[in-house]
């Protein structure tokens, strides 16, 4: 019995409170993600609706995948818009991060029920 308690205690002295400390703090993955209001097929809706993909380069058969990455503030907004990996073509990589910029605000993540800051990553698609 007292081998028991001579390591028990020390455990929960070292207890972490999963509660979100720092309100700075970006999750990749909260309880709660963020969404794009009306889920994930609105958001392929709105994209396919706002996306100015150059004629030019769509007839001459460029195209490719942007992936970007964003913040979604905890009021749902999008801020630190930047290409995580591109199509290696600056004006498909351009449309990209301007469609996102024209995105409504978000539902923000959670943890424990408390609004968090949260990264996402958003594939966009230029198919010739």
Avoid: C, H
Avoid at 13 to 24: K, R, W, Y
Avoid at 30 to 57: C, H, S, V, W
Avoid at 58 to 82: A, C, L, P, R
């Amino acid at each position: 019995m007292l081998f028991g308690m001579i390591f028990s205690a020390p455990l929960m002295a070292f207890e972490v409170d999963p509660a979100p400390q720092d309100s700075s703090m970006i999750y990749d993955f909260p309880e709660k993600m963020a969404q794009f209001p009306g889920g994930a097929d609105a958001m392929d809706l709105f994209i396919r609706k706002n996306l100015n993909y150059p004629t030019d380069l769509k007839n001459g058969g460029v195209g490719g995948k942007v992936y970007v990455q964003f913040v979604v503030e905890k009021d749902g907004s999008i801020t630190n818009i930047q290409v995580r990996r591109s199509s290696r073509n600056q004006f498909l990589d351009k449309e990209a991060v301007n469609v996102v910029k024209k995105m409504p605000n978000w539902e923000p993540g959670s943890v424990r029920g408390k609004k968090v800051r949260v990264k996402q990553t958003v594939p966009i698609a230029f198919i010739p």
